[in-house]
């Protein structure tokens, strides 16, 4: 059994897991004294579960250290996890082996071991939640890179060269556009009485014409992103995870007939999955990787 940390967003979520399998679930919200929190609730969940864990996996929202189990950078997400030794905290607090991973390529490897995609050697994965994260799998190899960037950083491929800089120092990026920190920001902006991605959603097909154009826009950059990542690395597959797809065709289908017309005419066209849990995609991934830290 494995225990699963996904520091998300707007909630860490975790989980006791069996190579893939969630056996108990929950979440808390994020606050300024998460390891301890989370440290008490890994703690209840272990007893409610009346089963030891013998590893833990964690996933953090940014560029991770494997080696040095240490969120390297996470523009204005957990900014007190940044340089941490996560490894070192799960040693202390649980006295178990510990795997850290970029939350979208736990997710990747969550969906592909066990998931919506099954199998599949060529994958792509974008999770839309409070940012916009990726991951991609080529030939079966997850792509890492020489410094762990490799195929996380499309959230930040550049979609509007005119828009503002980002967060993170690049101009227009997809996140700063559709993440959904930014279009709370633009919601805010205006005054507007929606306040977040989902009532935006709901507005939008229910007529309101200010929120249908900024959910075309958001589309359009979602969209964007993927036809950016099939165009890099050719995949069979695209999944899309992270909380907001739990709103499910509604915002897959648009940008699914957004990737259809933008793609290079040669293109194989990939089929498109969203996982029955897109909220578990991150915690099944990192069951499977801290499964490989014991027998
Ligand atoms: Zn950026």
Known sequence: MELCIDFGGSEIKLGILHRGAPAHTEAIPTGADDLARVADAARTLIDAAATAPQSVGIAVPGVVDRT????????DKHPHLSGLDLIAWADSSFDLPATVENDARAA?????????????????????????????????????????????????LT???????????????????????AIRRDLATRGDAITDVREMVAAAVAGDTAAAALFDRAVRAWGATVVSLCHAYD?????????????????????????????????????????????????????????????
């Open 68 to 75: 040095a189990g240490r969120l390297v950078k996470a523009h």
């Open 108 to 156: 990747l490897v969550g969906e592909t071991a066990t998931g919506s995609a099954s199998g599949a050697r060529n994958a792509v994965l974008m999770t839309l939640g409070t940012g916009i994260g990726t991951a991609a799998v080529i030939d079966g190899v997850l792509l890492r890179g020489a410094h762990d960037h490799a195929g996380i950083l499309g959230g930040h």
């Open 159 to 181: 979609v509007d060269i005119n828009a503002a800089l980002c967060n993170c120092g690049n101009v227009g990026c997809a996140e700063s556009i559709a993440g959904a920190w």
């Open 235 to 295: 995949p069979e597959v695209v999944i899309l995870s992270g909380g907001i797809m739990r709103a499910g065709s509604v915002i897959a289908a648009p940008i699914e007939a957004y990737v259809r017309e933008h793609l290079w005419t040669s293109s194989h066209r990939p089929a498109f999955v969203i996982p029955d849990r897109p909220d578990l995609s991150v915690l099944r991934g990192l069951s499977v990787l801290a499964a490989e830290n014991h027998p």
